[in-house]
Every structure is written in structure tokens, then in C-alpha cells.
């Protein structure tokens, strides 16, 4: 078993960003300020979607593979 295989490269660690940012509820649990009628609760929520695809693109880009 390759174990240089397990151990996280240091672009794996942007993928703790989106963990990390949705981590404390308490910090986004708030109504203010709304976008277009949502509260900040969900469209916060809603933003990391698409942060959350680019940055497991990019990590994927520049993870070199076996292949």
C-alpha cells in the first residue's frame, strides 16, 4: 500500500472551506440582511453551493492522477 497515497496534499485543505464556513450555524442564523426576499440564513447556505463546486474542480484540476 502506497501511503505518500493517503496523506492530503495542500490544495485538499480548500475543501475544509466550505466545511468550515457552514460550521457555526450561530454566526449566519439571522434574518439580515435579505437578498432578493431570502434571509441571510439561506442564501448564505445557498452561496456555498456553487464556492463548493469550484473548489473541488480546482482541487481535482491540480490533483495529479494515476491515469
Do not use: C, K
Not at 10 to 38: K, R
Amino acid at each position: 500500500m502506497n501511503t505518500n497515497r493517503l496523506r492530503p496534499r495542500p490544495i485538499q485543505l480548500l475543501l475544509l472551506v466550505p466545511f468550515l464556513g457552514l460550521l457555526d450555524v450561530s454566526y449566519y442564523n439571522v434574518a439580515e440582511p435579505a437578498l432578493l426576499g431570502f434571509p441571510f440564513f439561506y442564501w448564505y447556505q445557498l452561496l456555498w453551493v456553487p464556492v463548493t463546486v469550484i473548489l473541488i474542480w480546482v482541487v481535482y484540476r491540480r490533483t495529479p492522477h494515476d491515469d
